[in-house]
């Protein structure tokens, strides 16, 4: 069976950090994605991470704000988060798929979802 956690979300005041963690089973040689949704918008690509941690994509909106990173021998994937400002407020998802090659950006292409995070940048 498939799960995945997210935790380390909250609050935080603008300029802070935060670090996201996904925990995954029942899953091997899968791509990484975080989403982000806020109240009234669509679902956001925010990043992702190949199976290998070796290619990574990114939002061009964070600004390299954020890195993503994963521990495969812990079914870890990670959300460092830098600088934040009151936009990043959003529920925070990680998904994955089983797939090689650079990770996927789209949404759709993801098959197993966690049940998100919030994250909330309020001074």
């Known amino acids: 069976q498939v799960q995945l956690v997210e935790s380390g979300g909250g609050l935080v005041q603008p300029g802070g950090s935060l670090r996201l963690s996904c925990a995954a089973s029942?899953?091997?040689?899968?791509?990484v994605g975080w989403f982000r949704q806020a109240p009234g918008q669509e679902r956001e690509f925010v990043a992702a991470?190949?199976?290998?941690?070796?290619?990574?994509a990114y939002a061009d909106s964070l600004q390299g704000r954020f890195t993503i990173s994963r521990e495969n021998a812990k079914n870890m994937t990670y959300l460092q988060m830098n600088s934040m400002i009151p936009e990043d407020t959003a529920v925070y998802y990680c998904?994955?798929?089983?797939?090689?090659?650079?990770?996927?950006?789209?949404?759709?292409?993801?098959?197993?979802w966690g049940q998100g995070t919030q994250v909330t940048v309020d001074s």
């Open positions: 998904a994955a798929r089983v797939a090689s090659g650079v990770p996927a950006t789209t949404h759709g292409l993801y098959n197993n």
């Open positions: 029942g899953l091997k040689y899968f791509q």
């Open positions: 991470i190949s199976r290998g941690g070796g290619n990574t």
